[in-house]
């Protein structure tokens, strides 16, 4: 059995050292688009979990009604609020999703955002934007999706990983 430690040596040497005269910005940008009614842990864990493994600046893209709730939650994360029905992003927020997706180096898209015809929509553009988007640094496609069984057409250059199977 291999153990590795993660000890100040380990972090010092796969961490780069930040300069004195940067700010969050040079650290690069995260958006996160996640949550829903009842799954606001999710929403909450993926974007805390981009700021404490380093990444600058990390917005969290939340439908409205959630908006309030993860502004008391989060104080190191950015949010937007989005257009939502019943407490799940609804498809009249693609165009601002679109606009947030420009402005990042990252996208993570998913955590806890539900099912529903509405999320499949908004997943679906993303992906499709990202597609053709300066931003989309991934390799190669590797989909498995219950729903969202659009993934597969879209022969997108990246990985595309869920829990669900």
Do not use: W
Request: overall charge positive; glycine content about 10%.
């Amino acid at each position: 059995m291999k153990i590795n430690v993660i000890d100040d040596k380990f972090v010092r040497s796969n961490f780069p050292k930040r300069e004195n005269n940067s700010q969050k910005g040079d650290y690069g940008k995260v958006l996160v688009i996640a949550g829903s009614a009842g799954m606001t842990g999710a929403a909450y864990l993926s974007s805390q979990t981009a700021v404490t493994t380093g990444s600058g600046l990390v917005t969290l893209a939340v439908p409205s009604s959630l908006n309030s709730a993860m502004e008391a939650k989060t104080t190191e994360v950015m949010t937007v609020p989005l257009s939502d029905r019943n407490g799940r992003i609804s498809a009249g927020a693609i165009d601002e999703i679109l606009k947030r997706v420009d402005k990042a180096d990252t996208v993570l898209i998913g955590p806890g955002l539900g099912r529903c015809d509405d999320v499949s929509e908004v997943v679906e553009s993303v992906l499709e934007y990202s597609k053709s988007s300066r931003y989309n640094r991934c390799r190669r496609n590797k989909c498995r999706s219950g729903k969202y069984e659009g993934f597969k057409q879209l022969h997108l250059p990246c990985d595309i990983y869920t829990a669900y199977g």
